[in-house]
């Protein structure tokens, strides 16, 4: 695996914008997302759509950021600091999720723009507390996923999205083909939480043509962020200028890595931790 290159110390590097909720305890979140790009050598810019209230055994609440500071957060740093990809990830509400799409369209973001959108819906965590309010649904699936360059929804989240259950291969290209018909350039199931299976295989759709990527499955409770993990890795190669299939190639292995170098933590679910990457060569040899 090549790992995507870092920039001298004194240069600046490639930036991303990731819209997203905190997560006190430093798993899942912009947390996640800011280790991640930190670690692919990407400046990470935060706009920050809502406060969680979380540990390793849940999230018993959740503060949402008003609509317009959400926006204003976006715009002040796309039009200062320029972004070379942007990832959505928890957006808690209809009012938020409407004014993220309003300013990607206004500022560039997604497909009518230059910046490529990877769209995390995140709806709960997974302990099943929710992180999204149902009727935000509608929203996501009406003013942002359109916008998106490619989603990537884990298998409740399609169910949710969509309405269909995946369970073996037809029912995942089925909901591929459903997820794409809301509009986003691509549409990603991911098969990592179909646990009956000993490789954990992804699914990639682009309205023409299906490419499936397979890995080992890692068998580990400590998986808390994994899928913030996989769309931040995708969002900084997208921002090195991956193709999607290419940033998804990458950001699977990014994501199976960190995952084996997950560890324990609290009580609950520990997270996965890209900071093997510290000890890893360019190559991604262990040094
Ligand atoms: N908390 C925040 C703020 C998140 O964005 C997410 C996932 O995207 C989670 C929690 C849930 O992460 P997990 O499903 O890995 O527990």
Request: a negative charge; one cysteine or more; charged letters at 15%.
């Amino acid at each position: 695996m090549n790992l995507l290159p870092l920039t001298p110390d004194g240069q600046t590097p490639v930036r991303a914008l990731t819209i997203a909720g905190t997560d006190s305890g430093g798993g899942a979140g912009i947390q996640a997302d800011s280790r991640t790009m930190a670690l692919c050598g990407v400046h990470a810019c935060v706009a920050v759509a809502a406060v969680t209230v979380q540990n390793t055994v849940g999230v018993s609440g959740f503060h949402e950021i008003p609509p317009e500071i959400v926006a204003a957060q976006v715009r002040t740093v796309v039009s200062d600091i320029g972004i070379g990809a942007t990832k959505t990830g928890m957006l808690a509400s209809t009012g938020i999720i409407e004014a993220v799409a309003a300013v990607c369209q206004e500022v560039g973001i997604g497909q009518a723009g230059e910046i490529p959108l990877v769209v995390d819906p995140v709806a709960a965590s997974m302990h099943g507390d929710p992180l999204l309010h149902a009727s935000a649904l509608d929203a996501l699936r009406d003013t942002l996923i359109p916008l998106a360059t490619v989603i990537t929804p884990n298998l409740d989240e399609v169910r949710l999205l969509t309405g269909i259950e995946v369970v073996d291969d037809p029912t995942a290209r089925k909901a591929a083909v459903a997820l794409h018909a809301l509009g986003p350039r691509w549409a990603i199931v991911k098969g990592g939480h179909l646990r009956t299976s000993a490789v954990s295989t992804d699914l990639l759709f682009d309205g023409d043509t299906f490419h499936e990527l397979t890995a080992p499955r890692i068998a580990t409770g400590n998986d808390h962020g994994g899928g913030d993990t996989l769309a931040a890795a995708m969002t900084c190669a997208l921002a090195h200028g991956y193709s999607v299939p290419e940033a998804f190639a990458f950001a699977k292995e990014w994501t199976r890595r960190s995952l084996a170098a997950s560890y324990d933590l609290g009580a609950g679910h520990g997270p996965v931790s890209p900071l093997w990457r510290l000890h890893t060569d360019p190559q991604g040899n262990e040094i």
